[in-house]
């Protein structure tokens, strides 16, 4: 499960169209519009009349929070003030908890003048999900935690024995909001939620309205929850645009059955990773920090789901010409691990490195590259072998491992010589 956090645009939206099904009364539209770099504001304008016809609140929408602290909120605006802040903001640089990144992409909403602000979040953790409900929401919300109401429920138990009205506290609400609770309980289960806050909401003539909202989904639900999704997408955090070889890896995934992930950390990095499986790359990565070079570790990603040949070609290629374009006197280490293979064929994916290693021949021995593998699974044996070849006929050293070796002992033997 890889938890990716969602635009409040998106998380309005879903809320909006299908909370209904399990609260019937709930009636918040969902009236949002997302702005970016590229939106055509007369055409925002057509598609959204009511922007034209209420008070409006303006706020980026790019993963951070907070946005009232930093004076990014427009509230109480006009459709002409929404304009000037934005021709104001758009593509503004600001730092935000110590990271630095550009304003692109603003959330416009009708204004909701209100009194009271109630907070309510839920988290899922190994043993169940976790509801948080307070009276008392907002920016407070943390300085009045002890006020919070927790009430976690397990893997195996079900919302239906939560029984969320006895722990809620005294009100002519409480009816109205232990309903409410238990239906968002049912719409975060059922679109693949591993996180939804929705701090503030409050209550407008008897009708519940989300004021703020941040959340996050479990990727991995993509397959039974994408037609109720529809088009969201997963931006990236703030301050982290995509470089051209990330972006390039992305797209080949698409387009495969297969997983191929590439995230740079450090391009001038000693330590390169090559792993197979997103498990392996989780151990790797941590074997590697363990040992003291966290500094040094240039990538993370995995390449996964039996790529074919064509494809761990590009991929391979990718991180040796990223490796490759700077030297260090105390030369490089590339490091293709992974556990032993379910399916994948280790033969055929070694035949894509294999392409690309002797394509980066030169490069290699002018970077004073070692490379070190270890791996197992279905044709391993014709795998480590075309490997072992490879070394004495490209002149670069190569040592080959296979399971009889415990999956990350190659990585002390490469950072340590241990």
Same mark, same amino acid.
């Not at 609140?57 to 929070?65: A, E, I, S, T, Y």
């Not at 009045?144 to 079900?158: R, Y």
């Not at 639900?221 to 890896?249: A, Q």
């Given at each position: 499960?890889?938890?990716?956090?969602?635009?409040?645009?998106?998380?309005?939206?879903?809320?909006?169209?299908?909370l209904?099904?399990?609260?019937?009364d709930?009636?918040?539209? +969902?009236?949002v519009?997302?702005?970016g770099?590229? %939106?055509d504001?007369?055409? %925002? #304008?057509?598609?959204?009349?009511?922007?034209?016809?209420?008070?409006l609140v303006?706020?980026?929408d790019q993963?951070?929070?907070?946005r009232?602290?930093?004076?990014?909120?427009?509230l109480?605006a006009?459709?002409?003030?929404v304009?000037?802040y934005?021709?104001k903001?758009m593509k503004?640089? #600001?730092?935000i908890?110590?990271? @630095? &990144?550009?304003?692109?992409?603003?959330?416009?909403?009708?204004y909701?003048?209100?009194?009271?602000?109630?907070?309510?979040?839920?988290?899922?953790?190994?043993d169940?999900?976790?509801i948080?409900?307070? %009276?008392? +929401? !907002?920016?407070? #919300?943390?300085?009045?935690?002890?006020k919070? /109401?927790q009430?976690h429920?397990g893997?195996?138990d079900? /919302?239906?024995a939560?029984?969320? @009205?006895?722990?809620?506290p005294?009100?002519?609400?409480a009816?109205?909001m232990?309903?409410? /609770?238990?239906?968002?309980?049912?719409?975060y289960? =059922?679109? +693949?939620f $591993?996180y939804?806050?929705i701090?503030?909401?409050?209550?407008?003539?008897?009708?519940?309205i989300?004021? =703020?909202?941040?959340?996050?989904? =479990?990727?991995?639900?993509?397959?039974?929850?994408?037609?109720?999704? &529809?088009?969201?997408?997963?931006?990236?955090?703030?301050?982290?645009s995509?470089?051209?070889e990330e972006?390039?890896i992305?797209?080949?995934d698409?387009?495969? !059955?297969?997983?191929?992930?590439?995230? /740079?950390l450090?391009?001038k990095?000693r330590?390169w %990773?090559?792993?197979?499986? !997103?498990?392996?790359?989780?151990? *790797? $990565?941590?074997?590697?920090?363990d040992?003291?070079?966290?500094?040094?570790?240039?990538?993370?990603?995995? *390449?996964?789901?039996?790529?074919?040949?064509?494809?761990?070609?590009?991929y391979?290629k990718?991180?040796?010409?990223?490796m490759?374009r700077?030297?260090?006197?105390?030369?490089? #280490?590339?490091?293709?691990?992974g556990?032993?293979a379910?399916?994948?064929?280790?033969?055929?994916?070694?035949?894509?490195?294999?392409m690309?290693?002797r394509?980066y021949r030169?490069?290699?021995?002018?970077?004073?590259?070692?490379?070190?593998?270890?791996?197992?699974?279905?044709?391993?044996?014709?795998g480590?072998?075309?490997?072992?070849?490879?070394g004495s006929?490209? &002149?670069?050293?190569?040592?080959?491992?296979?399971?009889?070796?415990?999956?990350? @002992?190659i990585?002390?033997?490469?950072?340590? !010589?241990?």
């Amino acid at each position: 499960m890889a938890q990716r956090g969602i635009r409040e645009f998106d998380a309005k939206r879903l809320l909006a169209r299908f909370l209904p099904e399990y609260l019937e009364d709930f009636d918040y539209r +969902g009236e949002v519009a997302l702005i970016g770099p590229e %939106t055509d504001l007369d055409r %925002t #304008v057509s598609e959204n009349p009511w922007i034209l016809e209420k008070r409006l609140v303006v706020k980026p929408d790019q993963l951070f929070g907070k946005r009232g602290v930093h004076g990014l909120v427009l509230l109480n605006a006009s459709w002409d003030d929404v304009r000037e802040y934005l021709s104001k903001n758009m593509k503004r640089e #600001v730092t935000i908890g110590g990271v @630095r &990144g550009v304003l692109d992409h603003f959330l416009v909403e009708p204004y909701v003048p209100h009194e009271n602000e109630l907070y309510v979040a839920i988290s899922s953790d190994r043993d169940g999900d976790t509801i948080y409900f307070s %009276t008392q +929401g !907002g920016v407070c #919300v943390e300085e009045n935690w002890d006020k919070v /109401i927790q009430m976690h429920v397990g893997i195996l138990d079900g /919302i239906d024995a939560a029984d969320i @009205r006895s722990k809620l506290p005294a009100s002519p609400d409480a009816e109205r909001m232990a309903r409410f /609770i238990e239906a968002l309980f049912r719409f975060y289960v =059922d679109l +693949g939620f $591993t996180y939804l806050e929705i701090n503030p909401f409050t209550l407008v003539n008897g009708k519940i309205i989300p004021l =703020d909202m941040v959340a996050k989904l =479990d990727d991995a639900e993509e397959f039974w929850c994408r037609k109720r999704w &529809g088009d969201l997408v997963f931006p990236e955090p703030f301050g982290r645009s995509l470089t051209p070889e990330e972006l390039f890896i992305k797209e080949i995934d698409a387009k495969t !059955g297969a997983s191929l992930k590439l995230t /740079i950390l450090n391009p001038k990095g000693r330590v390169w %990773t090559m792993v197979a499986g !997103g498990g392996a790359s989780v151990i *790797y $990565t941590d074997t590697i920090c363990d040992l003291g070079f966290a500094g040094e570790l240039a990538n993370y990603g995995e *390449y996964s789901g039996d790529p074919s040949t064509e494809d761990t070609y590009h991929y391979t290629k990718t991180i040796l010409d990223l490796m490759t374009r700077e030297k260090d006197p105390r030369g490089k #280490v590339l490091l293709i691990g992974g556990a032993i293979a379910n399916f994948t064929d280790v033969a055929s994916t070694f035949k894509g490195v294999v392409m690309a290693l002797r394509e980066y021949r030169d490069r290699l021995r002018e970077n004073n590259v070692k490379i070190y593998v270890r791996r197992g699974g279905p044709n391993y044996e014709e795998g480590l072998r075309m490997m072992r070849e490879l070394g004495s006929e490209l &002149g670069i050293p190569i040592e080959v491992y296979g399971p009889e070796t415990h999956m990350t @002992r190659i990585v002390p033997l490469a950072l340590k !010589g241990e």
